[in-house]
């Protein structure tokens, strides 16, 4: 058990670029959960799959992002033309079928938008 | 739809003290209550969760926390900090049993706690 892994840790892009996140759950969780923190507030959640289908997504995900989750493992968060205001950490968590009432989190990505 | 209000923003405390951090929430439903922490520039780590059965819950490093139904509190304590002990606080809550939120957790927005030598 590695634990929830994310990459890049950090990413700093010019406003409208596209930038992408990856998200590795722990092995075999079939719950992924993406959440934003920006600085000073607790995190919010922004999309959740269960193994690869989408099942909710908070009315926070606006058209320019969009998520994946294409064989029910890793995760993709893509963000498309850049804002300034899009600047915050994205947090991946995830948790099993036997235990889906416990999230595990990852260490996250900063993302800073210039 | 759940709300959480963490009621202090900073907690000061000196090592070896007492500590409380306090958190309200707000739902129409039952619910599930979540401690985790935030060591700077990393994820959250999971302290202690009320799921039901006993009130009180008892997590990792020393901390426990108690459910109070009538008051919708879910209060953090530890009865010893130490200086490692330094690190911002999220309560958080989910739909309890037969909810229909996939899990997703509703946060506060934080307490940060400073444990002074």
């Known amino acids: 058990d590695t634990g929830v892994s994310q990459d890049p840790r950090h990413k700093i892009t010019k406003r409208g670029q596209n930038v992408t996140f990856r998200c590795d759950p722990i092995?075999?969780?079939?719950?992924l959960y993406w959440y934003r923190q920006t600085l000073g507030q607790g995190p919010e959640f922004l999309t959740y799959?269960?193994?690869?289908?989408?099942?909710?997504k908070s009315r926070l995900l606006s058209d320019r992002f969009s998520a994946e989750r294409p064989k029910g493992s890793f995760s993709t968060l893509e963000i498309q033309r850049t804002e300034q205001g899009d600047s915050a950490m994205y947090l991946c968590?995830?948790?099993?079928?036997?235990?889906?009432?416990?999230?595990?989190f990852g260490p996250g990505t900063r993302l800073t938008v210039l | 739809a759940q709300s959480v209000t963490q009621l202090d923003s900073q907690v000061p405390v000196f090592e070896e003290a007492p500590v409380e951090l306090r958190c309200n929430y707000s739902?129409?439903?039952?619910?599930?209550l979540f401690w985790y922490v935030q060591y700077p520039n990393q994820g959250l780590q999971l302290l202690l969760k009320?799921?039901?059965?006993?009130?009180l819950v008892k997590g990792i490093n020393g901390f426990e926390a108690e459910f109070n139904k009538s008051q919708t509190s879910f209060h953090l304590r530890k009865p010893s900090v130490h200086i490692s002990d330094t690190a911002e606080y999220f309560c958080?809550?989910?739909?309890?049993?037969?909810?229909?939120?996939?899990?997703?957790?509703?946060f506060g927005q934080g307490t940060i706690l400073t444990v002074h030598p």
């Open positions: 968590a995830s948790s099993s079928r036997g235990n889906r009432n416990t999230q595990y």
């Open positions: 092995s075999e969780h079939n719950r």
């Open positions: 799959f269960q193994n690869e289908a989408q099942l909710e």
């Open positions: 739902s129409s439903v039952s619910v599930y």
């Open positions: 009320y799921l039901s059965g006993s009130t």
């Open positions: 958080a809550v989910s739909e309890g049993a037969g909810g229909t939120s996939y899990g997703k957790l509703t």
